[in-house]
Nanobody, 123 residues
Framework: VQLQASGGGLVQAGGSLRLSCAAS????????MGWFRQASGKEREFVAA????????YYDDSVKGRFAISRDNAKNTVYLQMNSLKPEDTAVYYCASSSSDYGGRRIYGYDYWGQGTEVTVSS
């Protein structure tokens, strides 16, 4: 399984970015997908996740109402739309694929990881 994340960049506070993660190597729609992030000097943390069908989504409280996760199973791609960005959202963002239809909020719920895409939000 290969995951390729893209879409990161530098944006001013209040701006928006959309991250994409293209997957290959297994039946995409059978597995939950998640986004995590890791700021410099901090542990990797959960951001959002989505079930295989796309009908169930859940978010960390810090991004609820600002970020939206979605997926296009025909394109084997998961997205993270990030709005109203804050400097504290600055991190490397990783997409991850679960081994089941529910990945959860913990890192160990996911068995494949992308390489990360960097998001920097300036104040």
């Amino acid at each position: 399984v290969q995951l390729q994340a893209s879409g990161g960049g530098l944006v001013q506070a209040g701006g928006s970015l959309r991250l994409s993660c293209a997957a290959s190597g297994r039946t995409f729609s059978s597995y939950a997908m998640g986004w995590f992030r890791q700021a410099s000097g901090k542990e990797r943390e959960f951001v959002a996740a989505i079930s295989g069908s796309g009908t169930t989504t859940y978010y960390d409280d810090s991004v609820k109402g600002r970020f939206a996760i979605s997926r296009d199973n025909a394109k084997n791609t998961v997205y993270l739309q990030m709005n109203s960005l804050k400097p504290e959202d600055t991190a490397v963002y990783y997409c991850a694929s679960s081994s089941s239809d529910y990945g959860g909020r913990r890192i160990y719920g996911y068995d494949y990881w992308g390489q990360g895409t960097e998001v920097t939000v300036s104040s």
